[in-house]
């Protein structure tokens, strides 16, 4: 089975930076879920997620992302979105949430 | 008067085969002669009905299908299942984003019906009527 | 023993969506875990044996119907039609050049069968036995 | 309607050169089989077909081009194919027309 979504994590400071590529959909998003819940949960730091090589996202990644904001908010920390492609952003702007999420 | 084609896709319920319905999605919207931004949005409109419709499930059915109408006007597209309880599928607070996007993307959705599929919705094939 | 999926794609008699029977096999391909050149491989086979339904045409079926059955051993795929008249579809001399890359590309072909189906060929997902 | 075969000619010498870009299946090959006769016929020069941007064909296309090497014959010119993608190279493999044709 071909993966289609992949994450890679550096350390900025006081910050974590995610890199993630490929896809989110309903198939992929529980490793998405897991891997964000898991990084807030255990570093409790701004998370700055780098969307530069996401090609894809439904209302399922985007409910993730919302509920990793939720999570983060419980420790004061941001969330920063970098990179978001057009028809990424255009969800974004769609639903509402451009204005939950500090996107850059 | 313009001429119908019917292409139907027929799914399991499981969330791997979404990303056919996907690609399937893409191929039909491009064959009509969407735009690459309009067959994204189509693409995403229908990931989404079929993204429900697995989070209902089926004690019935083992699969449900996707029918696509094409015509010189645009595409049409329905989705079907033997499982008639399968109806009226969007309504719970956790749907807010999946129905604002297919809201947003698709120019007209019947989300509840009396015939016999359990969504349909369109898109023109020029301008945003 | 290992589960099968089946997935289905009903296309009208026409030319211009072979291309979308190669999308969708293309895209169950990559889904079951074959490498990029044997998706290829598969989506070139399923598409000689399209031009030579559709060179054939129906008197009665106004479409036929492409069955891909995907399990961890790999993947069968089965072309339908309710015009039972499709049969043993290729043989004349033309077919020379679409029989050579069907047999080379996939596994195991039925091109003449009993069965429902018009024609039957498979590909494994490891090796090429 | 997107298209998906492309076409572009340019005269080398006392050849043609032809530039064949996308996908040449049952559905597009009308397309191919007009320009392709059509040049060997009003030109009757040899033919080089440079196939960099073709990224498909299936049986319907290469009857064609071996359509267009018997007309081509018949004024004694050659047909060269060159930059085959290794996907279409291993049709003409397949098939025997590799030893058909002059492909470089
Ligand atoms: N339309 C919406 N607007 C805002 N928030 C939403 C919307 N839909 C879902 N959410 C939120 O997105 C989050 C999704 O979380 P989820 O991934 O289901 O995990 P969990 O609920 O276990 O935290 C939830 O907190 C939910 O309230
Ligand atoms: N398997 C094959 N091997 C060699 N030549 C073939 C094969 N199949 C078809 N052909 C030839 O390819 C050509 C295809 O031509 P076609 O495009 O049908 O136009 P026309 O027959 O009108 O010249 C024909 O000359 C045919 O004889």
Redesign the interface.
Known sequence: MSSELNFREEQLGTAMKIYISGEVDIYTSQSLKSRLYDVVDSKQMDLIIDCRDLNYIDSTGLGIFVGTLKKAKQFDKKIYLLNLKDNIKKLFIITGLDKVFVIE | MSIT????????F???????A???A???A????FDI?TI?DIK?AI??V??KI??IGSKTAQ?YSIIFKLSQEGLVVEFVCSDKSLKCIFGDE?D???V??IT??MDNIEFCTKNDYILSMSKALEGNN
Do not use: F, H, Q
Request: aromatic share 2%.
């Open positions: 084609d019917n292409i139907e896709l027929i799914l399991p499981k969330a791997e085969y979404v990303s056919i996907r690609l399937t893409s191929g039909i491009n064959r009509i002669g931004e994204e995403v990931a989404e079929c993204n697995l989070s699969n956790n807010a984003l999946g604002s996007i947003a993307l």
